[in-house]
């Protein structure tokens, strides 16, 4: 058995170095027997020896590990969520993306498929209220056809509470955190049916959370909520093996910041705005985890990020 052992890690070592960049006939062969190996045929062989060496050769090429996957971003058409989208599109994924303005999401839609992303449709859906988050999840089953990655970033912008009216406050509230957890609700349902042992749920959070900055005061109940379900849902999940992300980015130089976009574009080169891509890499970090492994919470900010 030990000769065994011996001559099968040197055949892994051999086509990790052959394969160091691999080609695109040879990519696809690695990604459909991952597939295998992660549970659609062959879910006796997870742990094994064979999947240890799917993941020794293939280490280069994360973002593969999207290829197939069934995945819902909402806030699609925003900075970050328009960035997730591109990269998960780019990755394989098939994607439903939503988000309030159909004129933004039919343009990204567009796009990605122009630039050879066929595996992507579009919702456009207000989820504040009920009847949106129920047609954005007719859309998941009749398109998707199911759903085992879930990233939720949809938000608004508030003021102070004491400039705000009941209806303002309360809408902030719904997109910000009763839209996150209705979402998750409906998602963890169908992951629970996928048959899957690597759903992921990502939330997209605050550091406004930490920092607690006057004015947003409203803002920051709402992503303090998303914070605690998001570490309380976690542990919930453990038995099932779905994982939850938190994602707590800084100020993200997006059309949600009072400025212009030269102005944002200004910020961004001086520190003190995130680009919406970076918080898209950090997700992307989550998202191509492999199953069992965690990214519980991830805090990314600019350097000169604002404290008061």
């Not at 040197?10 to 160091?20: A, E, G, K, N």
């Not at 992503?223 to 099932?240: C, D, H, N, Q």
């Not at 030269?262 to 705005?273: G, I, P, W």
Request: aromatic content about 4%; charged content about 25%.
């Amino acid at each position: 058995m030990r000769a065994k052992a011996l001559n099968f890690d040197r055949f892994v070592l051999h086509l990790r170095q052959t394969l160091r960049v691999p080609s695109s006939f040879q990519l696809n062969c690695l990604i459909y027997v991952g597939e295998q190996l992660r549970g659609r045929i062959s879910p006796a062989l997870r742990g094994t020896r064979a999947e240890q060496a799917l993941w020794a050769i293939m280490p280069e090429v994360p973002t593969q590990m999207l290829a197939h996957r069934k995945i819902l971003v909402t806030g699609g058409s925003g900075g970050v969520g328009r960035a997730v989208a591109t990269r998960m599109a780019a990755g394989g994924a098939r994607l439903l993306v939503t988000d309030r303005i159909e004129g933004h999401l039919r343009e990204l839609v567009d796009e990605l498929k122009s630039n050879g992303s066929p595996q992507i449709a579009y919702v456009a859906a207000d989820l504040s209220n009920p009847q949106g988050i129920s047609e954005v999840f007719e859309r998941v089953d009749d398109w998707l056809g199911g759903l085992d990655l879930l990233v939720a970033c949809a938000g608004v912008g508030s003021g102070p509470l004491m400039e705000m009216d009941d209806a303002g406050w309360r809408s902030v509230l719904d997109t910000n955190l009763a839209s996150y957890v209705a979402c998750t609700r409906l998602a963890i349902d169908r992951m629970r049916r996928s048959g899957r042992d690597d759903c992921l749920v990502i939330l997209v959070g605050s550091i406004s959370v930490h920092i607690k900055a006057v004015g947003e005061s409203v803002y920051n109940a709402a992503k303090g909520g998303v914070a605690s379900f998001a570490e309380t849902l976690r542990k919930e999940m453990i038995p099932e093996k779905i994982r939850v992300t938190l994602i707590e980015p800084g100020a993200i130089g997006s059309a949600m910041q009072p400025f212009s976009p030269a102005q944002r574009s200004e910020m961004m080169r001086e520190h003190k705005l995130l680009p919406p891509e970076e918080v898209a890499e950090a997700i992307m970090f989550a998202a191509t985890r492999r199953p069992g492994v965690d990214v519980v919470t991830l805090r990314i900010e600019p350097l000169d990020q604002k404290i008061f």
